[in-house]
């Protein structure tokens, strides 16, 4: 793959847009993620990581251990936002929100949302949650992240993205990215994704929609990360709703 700069927006909108969204939204309802390898090249991965070390780059830092957690840390970024970072949640904002619609259609819903990343924003704000969640997560030996769900106050866009920004194999063993969904009535289903650098994942915040035999329902997906088993491990991590 040819190198990227990591301030190249325009060129990163471009690649969201040549996707082919249907099909990810059908690997969406069937499997309850949808995966794009190496939507991001190894220097714009490398450079996101590189901000780490920036603690200007950052508004606040989470110690998982210390919170019970998992065992690693994340970071949320500051506004402005990287150029890299809020050029693909605006690009895959604009993706995702048919989808979102689409969904709280189905589950009998009545919120919509706005075909834009600023329009939706600026509910955010007037609701108070102010402020940006794209985060930077850091995983050394011994680190994982226990199950959850990213909700930051009442109002919630349905989808999230992460993008893995660290080689498996190379720069660590172990730590794949885990999806558990619960069914009614069912025992709960899990997806392991070993991602590849700059493979990007989407899947659902809380709950999506499920066609059943009866209808549609409701399944509620959480998300972490597996035991890394040796070297460390850098994800980007994009929810769109911003927080109190």
Known sequence: MASRSATAPTSLAHRVAALDWRALEASLGERGFARVPALLGGDECAALAALW?????????????RHRFGVGAYQYFAAPLPPLVRALRVAVYR???PIANR???A???PTRYPP??????ARCHAAGQTRPTPLLLRYEAGGYN???QDLYG??????????????????????????????PRMQSRAEVVVGGQGDMV???????PVAGARGVYRATMRHGVARIEQGERFALGIIFHDAR
């Open 95 to 97: 993706r995702l929100a």
């Open 202 to 208: 989407v899947f659902p915040v809380g709950a999506h």
């Open 116 to 121: 834009s990343l600023a329009g939706f924003l």
């Open 53 to 65: 070390s920036d603690p200007t780059r950052f508004r606040s830092r989470v110690d998982m251990e």
């Open 103 to 105: 969904w709280a259609g």
């Open 107 to 109: 589950l009998g819903e």
């Open 146 to 148: 226990c199950l959850h």
């Open 154 to 183: 009442e109002l919630a866009f349905p989808l999230q993205l992460t993008v893995f920004l660290s080689r498996p194999g190379v720069d660590y063993e172990g730590g794949p990215f885990l999806l558990v969904e619960q069914r």
